[in-house]
């Protein structure tokens, strides 16, 4: 039985036994979710209440408000041309990723306090707390300074300088939802300490401060962020154990806590690994606590499902934890290694982490339809933190799909007429995928690239070539818009061409936060 049907007509407040035990059927009927529990048991609060007041006659109806839930999909690095480029990868041209599905769309600016172009820090807590801030900044007001770690006991540089009088925290969107008596997860592929989870939970001067930020999360401990209740997050899925472990035990923590057995004490089921996750019943579990690697989880590309689960198991068991709270919940899904392979300029990884990004998405809203078939009370919002320099060259033919023996998006620039290979003034072939900067930039001509061909260019780990030359893996983020779609109660409240600030009283209007 959903909730919203957890409604009790008495005539009497002479029938107050009879309501217990009409309680007590429903129990039995249902086998009964805790969320009904919870349901039943707040009626009969009130019905007593309203009882005590009055001996007379009386008619009272107290319908519990359904859940109200929020799922926030953000995809690191993912601007459009990514996005484009994975779409074709996935599903060629003319298909459709379910990102290209949502109903209501608009364009976000993603330019930071003091920089055209942002790091993930300051653009992800924009959306989590409505205030513009410094590149590096977690969830602190505008003011704030970054101030880069200094050397820790182990020479290590985690150890926090921000200094006593550098800003003050802002509230963010998952605060907001605890202080509701909401649920609130945090899922990700990067270590759970990284910036873009990191935004949602903590707030600190700078990123790299990520000891610090693991502690933020641990109920009761030293560090621990209190605005988020005396419960804390209810669910935690991602990578980064070396925060949370000991240096003498192989982790970075200097500070010798282990708080991975501290969560265990804090009443968090803990899985460290897909069979240990894959055997967590959600029925039974309160709070989970997943890490999965010492550092980010895999590539989706490289990831072994015996070790590591997909973000899109992840999102669904997440959901299934979180949706027994009556009230609702907060989640927020980051797809957060399209950056990292972007940043390496190969651009396979990146197409294939915004796949499985894609894949969450829709398993996120396949499964919260269950509940609330026309997403009356659930709000998903999907974006990106900003963007990339990977551009689509030339006028490629279409390719369709990759596959095997078709490197599609990831081959050559084809004649659109003629098929044959394009080349450059050179005389050379070239890829349809580029960067405008990166580590792959040939020497004088590219004459010597006369020989380059779709096997090479479509090969897991082939750097597509760049404009600019930059260190290996240091291909840098973009200033262009980014890509936000929505479906759902409030989704039509996004259009238009937004601030990420803005995002931030979107989501908290339309999710009543
Ligand atoms: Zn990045």
Not at 355 to 370: E, M, P, S, V, W
Not at 482 to 497: E, P, Q, S, W
Request: hydrophobic letters at 40%.
């Amino acid at each position: 039985m959903r909730l919203d049907a957890g409604v009790f007509n008495v005539s009497s407040c002479g029938n107050e036994v009879l309501v217990r035990s009409g309680f007590l059927k429903y129990n039995r009927i249902d086998k009964m979710t805790r969320r009904y529990h919870t349901a039943a048991g707040l009626s009969v609060a009130l019905l007593l209440a309203a009882c005590g007041s009055a001996s007379q006659q009386s008619d009272l109806t107290v319908a519990t408000p359904p859940p109200q839930n929020v799922i926030f999909f953000l995809g690191d690095g993912m601007g459009m041309t990514t996005m484009t480029a994975a779409r074709i990868y996935a599903v060629g041209e003319d298909g459709e990723l379910t990102m290209d599905t949502l109903p209501e769309t608009a364009f976000v600016k993603t330019f930071s306090n003091d920089a055209q172009v942002t790091d993930s820090a300051p653009s992800m807590s924009a959306y989590m707390t409505g205030v513009k801030m410094n590149n590096e900044v977690l969830s602190m007001s505008s003011d704030t300074r970054a101030i880069d770690p200094i050397a820790d006991a182990n020479g290590n540089k985690l150890a926090n300088n921000c200094g006593g009088s550098n800003g003050n925290p802002v509230p963010t969107l998952v605060e907001l939802a605890k202080a509701k008596g909401w649920s609130a997860g945090v899922v990700t592929t990067t270590r759970i300490t990284h910036a873009t989870p990191a935004a949602t939970y903590t707030h600190i001067c700078h990123r790299d401060l990520e000891n610090d930020i693991a502690t933020a999360m641990v109920p009761g401990g030293a560090g621990y962020n209190t605005a988020l209740g005396t419960s804390g997050l209810d669910v935690v899925l991602g990578g980064g154990k070396q925060f949370f472990t000991p240096f003498k035990d192989g982790g970075k923590r200097a500070d010798g806590r282990d708080l991975i057995a501290e969560m265990k004490a804090k009443n968090y089921t803990v899985a460290s690994n897909a069979t240990e996750f894959n055997a967590v019943d959600a029925s039974k579990t309160e709070r989970l606590f997943g890490l999965f690697t010492s550092s980010h989880m895999s590539y989706d590309l490289d990831r072994d499902p015996a070790k590591e689960p997909s973000l899109a198991d992840m999102t669904t068991k997440a959901m299934d934890v979180l949706s027994k709270n009556s009230k609702g919940y907060f989640l927020m899904v980051e797809g957060g290694r399209i950056d990292h392979a972007l940043h390496e300029t190969t651009a396979k990884k990146a197409l294939q982490d915004t796949l499985a990004f894609d894949n969450a998405i829709k398993a996120a809203i396949d499964k919260a339809k269950i509940s609330d078939p026309t997403l009356k009370n659930t709000l998903i919002v999907v974006t990106a933190d900003h963007d990339h320099t990977l551009v689509l060259n030339g006028y490629a033919k279409r390719t369709g799909k990759t596959s095997a023996g078709n490197a599609g998006v990831l081959g050559l620039v084809k004649n659109y007429v003629t098929g044959a290979t394009e080349k450059d003034l050179d005389g050379a072939p070239y890829s349809i995928i580029g960067f405008g900067n990166g580590e792959n930039r040939t020497q004088a001509s590219r004459a010597s690239m006369a020989s380059l061909d779709d096997t090479t260019t479509s090969a897991n780990t082939y750097h597509q070539e760049a404009t600019i030359r930059v260190a290996a893996g240091s291909e840098t983020h973009g200033g262009t818009d980014v890509f936000l779609g929505a479906i759902g109660k409030g989704a039509d409240t996004f259009l238009g061409t937004i601030d990420n600030t803005k995002v931030f009283g979107l989501v908290k209007n339309a999710a009543g936060l």
